[in-house]
């Protein structure tokens, strides 16, 4: 097995997983520029339902429609998080009452009921790399016209044994990102900062 790092997007039955299509690479090319890991940058699409989530130190799910996980999707979310895992979960409407994020909720309280929380914003992740005072940066997607038309000022968290195990995001990182990273010159501020901050807490803390 390769001692690279790799990027897994989780693919579930139902909504549509398939989203922001260019961020990944987006977000390997920052790892590659910022950080001395070893990166493979090919971005690795896995079923949740499939026993290679295992292999994957860090994973990805996103999405616009409902989150209803299968019996054994559930069953694989649930030990890989108990397990050490780490996901990221980007919900792509921006929007808390959303179907993305109502039915993620719902399916995490199901899971680990309770222990879906907000996070501080003077926590280690926002200065694991990176720093970032007031907590998770505000992405210009929270108000162009759709969605709840809100910055979130929080991201919320499920943490087992002092670690982040589940990141959840109503921020729309992923639209934020999904662009190519040949562009990222004409950014003042390279706005996939954040992403590295979130991979290396996965691999770090």
């Keep these: 097995m390769s001692n690279k790092f790799f990027f897994t997007r989780l693919q579930y039955e139902s909504g549509d997983w398939d989203v922001d299509q260019r961020m990944p690479?987006?977000?390997?090319?920052?790892?590659?520029?910022?950080?001395?890991l070893a990166v493979d940058t090919q971005e690795k699409i896995i079923s949740l339902s499939s026993n290679d989530i295992f292999k994957s130190p860090f994973c990805y799910?996103?999405?616009?429609?409902?989150?209803?996980?299968?019996?054994?999707?559930?069953?694989?979310?649930?030990?890989?998080?108990?397990?050490?895992?780490f996901v990221f979960v980007d919900d792509c409407n921006h929007d808390i009452d959303g179907l993305?994020?109502?039915?993620?909720?719902?399916?995490?309280?199901?899971i680990f009921p309770g222990q879906l929380k907000k996070i501080p914003n003077d926590h280690e992740l926002y200065k694991v790399f990176f720093e970032f005072e007031n907590g998770p940066p505000t992405t210009s997607q929270e108000l162009n016209g759709w969605g709840d038309?809100?910055?979130?000022?929080?991201?919320?968290?499920?943490?087992i044994n002092g670690r982040i195990s589940v990141l959840f995001s109503n921020k729309d990182y992923g639209c934020e990102w999904d662009y190519d990273f040949r562009n990222k010159r004409w950014y003042k501020i390279d706005n996939t900062r954040f992403g590295v901050n979130i991979v290396m807490y996965a691999l770090t803390s």
């Design 149 to 159: 038309d809100l910055v979130h000022d929080y991201l919320k968290a499920i943490t």
């Design 100 to 110: 993305f994020s109502k039915s993620f909720e719902r399916q995490m309280e199901d």
């Design 25 to 36: 690479s987006n977000l390997l090319n920052s790892l590659v520029e910022y950080t001395t």
């Design 61 to 85: 799910l996103s999405g616009h429609k409902l989150v209803q996980f299968t019996k054994k999707e559930r069953e694989n979310f649930k030990k890989y998080i108990s397990n050490g895992g």
